[in-house]
């Protein structure tokens, strides 16, 4: 029921791109994108409802396809402030919406220079 | 501003000594839930409440006891710890379908 995340971590060089991937193997209805910087709380970076669309801000985006039950979130240029672990998050069930919110197990992401 | 509090950061406890941890948000958000999160297990879900006098179990709830007298809290309680709920506790609230906030964390040890 957990989705799943790829790759587990990531490293890459300041100014490098990144694809982290969350697949579920139930239907989604909206994806949520958490980010959370060693020591701290995870902090939300976007949520993508169903329709397929595209949301980002900054060099940060998303995109959601409920077809393929997955959805995928790029970092383009990275800054080391990007560095952290991130979080996709789906609701359990329709009913409750996005309060029964399961995580995946995250993604680490290393940003050198 | 607007937060959500969690208190105590950290505790070290031993087993069976009952303990409570606290969560207060300012935000007026009518959701709110806790989660632990352990190595590669990621965040799951122990409890989540839709109102005042209104909860349900999330994932992981065996354990743990929680409840919401009022809309700016959520307390977790553990009546018994045990060892294997040693773990960094999350506390968030947020709107209907909106963003959570999280808390700071609760790093606790059941010794």
């Known amino acids: 029921q957990q989705p799943v995340q790829s790759p587990q971590a990531v490293i890459l060089r300041e100014g490098e791109d990144a694809v982290i991937n969350c697949s579920s193997s139930?239907?989604?209805?909206?994806v949520h994108w958490y980010r959370q910087k060693h020591g701290e709380a995870p902090v939300f970076l976007m949520i993508?409802?169903?329709?397929?669309e595209q949301k980002g801000h900054d060099k940060i985006s998303a995109s959601f396809n409920e077809k393929k039950q997955q959805s995928s979130l790029y970092l383009t240029a990275s800054q080391l402030s990007y560095s952290g672990t991130y979080f996709c998050?789906?609701?359990?069930?329709?009913?409750?919406?996005?309060?029964?919110?399961?995580f995946g197990q995250g993604t680490r992401l290393t940003i050198n220079p | 501003e607007a937060q959500v509090t969690q208190n105590p950061r950290y505790l070290i406890t031993v087993t069976g000594k009952k303990l409570t941890v606290t969560c207060s948000q300012n935000m007026n958000h009518e959701y709110m839930s806790w989660y632990r999160q352990d190595p590669g297990l990621g965040l799951r879900q122990i409890y989540y409440s839709m109102n005042v006098e209104v909860t349900d179990k999330g994932d992981v709830p065996e354990g743990y006891k929680v409840s919401r007298k009022e809309k700016r809290n959520f307390p977790l309680i553990l009546e018994s710890p045990s060892p294997n709920q040693t773990s960094l506790y999350f506390c968030a609230s947020s709107l209907l379908g909106g963003e959570a906030f999280f808390g700071q964390g609760t790093r606790l040890t059941v010794v």
């Open positions: 139930k239907a989604l209805y909206s």
């Open positions: 998050g789906t609701p359990s069930d329709i009913i409750q919406g996005a309060q029964k919110l399961v």
């Open positions: 993508l409802l169903k329709g397929g």
